[in-house]
């Protein structure tokens, strides 16, 4: 195959699977836009983590909220829970790495507030845990997955959402987590703020 050929091939794969998201998952994105409006409504935060490639998801989901998106407006409350890699190191030190996100949670997530959890290649114990942990403290979880993740979404309980995008590539899979951050991102600043001119 040559380069161009290539290139063509990973932009078409890439359309397909924003066109399957756009198909299947509209209702599910929607559900978790009116969790984190409610939540933000209720002068509550969103949490958020992931691993590996996910951390930038993470990252940037937290530096819009707290930054802005597309438009000048209040700082929204986030709190990513991957960024402090000495408090990482340090759980991971003296509790277990499995811990390093639900002992976080459990210091700073409160009732009501919204987790959202990034996750590409499979299932990690440490996300397991943490989905146990905001259940314990009654925070909803927003979970962003692939079709090839089954055991992260069976945790969910009734006011959880799971957002999966339809595909197994990994790198399909992180550019579906990419637009529907922006779809979050967008439709949350429209909830709270009204329609910008954009």
């Known amino acids: 195959m040559s380069l161009k050929n290539n290139i063509e ?18 209702d599910d994105i929607e559900f978790a836009v009116q969790q984190i409006v409610h939540a933000l409504l209720a002068d509550k935060k969103i949490l958020s983590c992931g691993n590996a490639a996910s951390v930038s998801s ?4 937290t530096a819009i909220m707290i930054n802005g998106y597309e438009r000048a407006r209040p700082s929204l409350p986030a709190i990513s829970l991957v960024s402090d890699v000495q408090m990482i190191t340090s759980i991971a030190n003296t509790q277990h ?13 409160q009732a009501g507030d919204v987790l959202l959890i990034f996750s590409i290649e499979g299932s990690a114990v440490n996300l397991v ?16 997955v692939g079709e090839n993740e089954t055991t992260l979404p069976a945790l969910l ?16 899979i992180h550019e579906g987590h990419l637009l529907i951050t922006h779809c979050l991102c967008e439709l949350v600043d429209n909830q709270l703020f009204g329609n910008s001119s954009i």
Do not use: W
């Open 129 to 144: 845990k943490l989905i146990n942990a905001a259940h314990d403290k009654q925070i909803p979880v927003i979970l962003l």
């Open 9 to 26: 091939q990973q932009v078409m794969e890439s359309i397909h699977t924003q066109q399957l998201i756009a198909d299947e998952l509209i």
């Open 58 to 61: 993470v990252q940037y989901f």
């Open 97 to 109: 790495y499995d811990d390093i996100f639900a002992k976080q949670l459990r210091a700073l997530g």
């Open 157 to 172: 309980h009734e006011a959880d959402v799971c957002v999966s995008v339809p595909s197994q590539s990994a790198q399909r």
